[in-house]
Nanobody, 115 residues
């Protein structure tokens, strides 16, 4: 059974940095896209960043220039480096892996940015 395990969330002051990690446990093959979504209280879940197997990336406008997504295919792990954090980045962050037939989601990790 495949599970995605996230780590790296926490409390940080505005302007600070955090690095999120998400690793797959169990057997998973041919992961095409890896990504991060977030959901703030009272808001819909939104896409933050995605990265394809070929390392093409896409970001939501609000994080461009501040966040960087990367992946390690050998380790089935995706990372999200978050710099210059703002209070509006506060949310639960979820990772997701997409294969040709399945989508997998992590349980979420809380990121709180204080002003």
């Amino acid at each position: 059974q495949v599970q995605l395990v996230e780590s790296g969330g926490g409390l940080v002051q505005a302007g600070g940095s955090l690095r999120l990690s998400c690793a797959a446990t169990g057997s998973i093959f041919s992961v095409n896209t890896m990504g991060w979504y977030r959901q703030a209280p009272g808001k819909q879940r939104e896409l933050v960043a995605i990265i394809t197997r070929g390392s093409s990336t896409k970001y939501v406008d609000s994080v461009k220039g501040r966040f960087t997504i990367s992946r390690d295919n050998a380790k089935n792990t995706v990372y999200l480096q978050m710099n210059s954090l703002k209070p509006e980045d506060t949310a639960v962050y979820y990772c997701t892996f997409g294969t040709s037939g399945m989508s997998y989601w992590g349980q979420g990790t809380q990121v709180t940015v204080s002003s």
